[in-house]
């Protein structure tokens, strides 16, 4: 491997299993910073964590994510009907309007234990203005995530949300929901929100480089090189390979490339 990789190495530090307590005041936590990092205004957003088969704590609909409690958050099942009490001050809550999007998410991928719906403004305007965040520009974004590609439109709270990701989100982390916000999963709350912030970090940086008009994708050698690396690190997802191939470009042999 280039020594220029090595500090990309994956850790192998085995994933401690969480009290709900804990992930209540994980999920507030990053509700707080999707609040203060102003990806989110008024009520919109949503947050899910996977609790384990058929149990998902999520925030509430109608909430402000800057004011939200760990005793707000509420349990509902794959059908999204609410689980457990239904009494006192908090029975009137009702599941994030959102909630199919995230159980698609579950569902297409086992290995993704949290969901994070916002709306980061550059990214959004970049969808409606045509310009997708899927080029191979940054290659911290490369190594990270492949590509961050743009679903088709889908009315906002509708089943069309979890119908536009479902393949997408089988390949990819991060997804640009058009016209909406986007969508991130992770093994945590807290890798959905940072793949989050990478992702509009990303549509800040694509946005400078049109208004300088010097768009200029990596070279294709370099693309191969990070490509390799995602492949080597078991980070390449079946599907994953052949979109990079077209979108950018690359050398790398594989197996299942399809871009010939």
Known sequence: MSETLIRYQRSAAPKARKSEQQLRQEIVQVCQML????????????????????????TPSGYSKGLIQPDELIIVDGEVEVVGPSYGPKRYLRPTSEMLLHLEAYRQRPDVDAVVHAHPPIAIALSIAGISLAHCLIPDVVLGLGLIPTSDYATPASR??????????????????QRHGSVTVGGSVLEAYLRLEKLEQAAQITKTVYELR??????QAEVDKLVAWREQ????????????????????????????
């Not at 690190?233 to 010939?260: E, T």
């Open 35 to 58: 609040w203060q990092r102003q990806y989110v205004a008024a009520n919109d957003g949503n947050v899910s964590v996977r609790l384990g088969p058929d149990r998902f704590l999520c």
């Open 214 to 219: 010097r768009p200029e994708p990596l070279p």
């Open 160 to 177: 069309e949300g979890a119908e536009v990701i479902r393949e997408l989100i089988k390949r990819y982390d991060a997804i640009v929901l």
């Open 233 to 260: 690190q078991g980070l390449l997802r079946p599907g994953q390979y052949d979109d990079i191939c077209v979108v950018c470009g690359i050398n790398h042999q594989a197996a299942d490339c399809g871009c010939d």
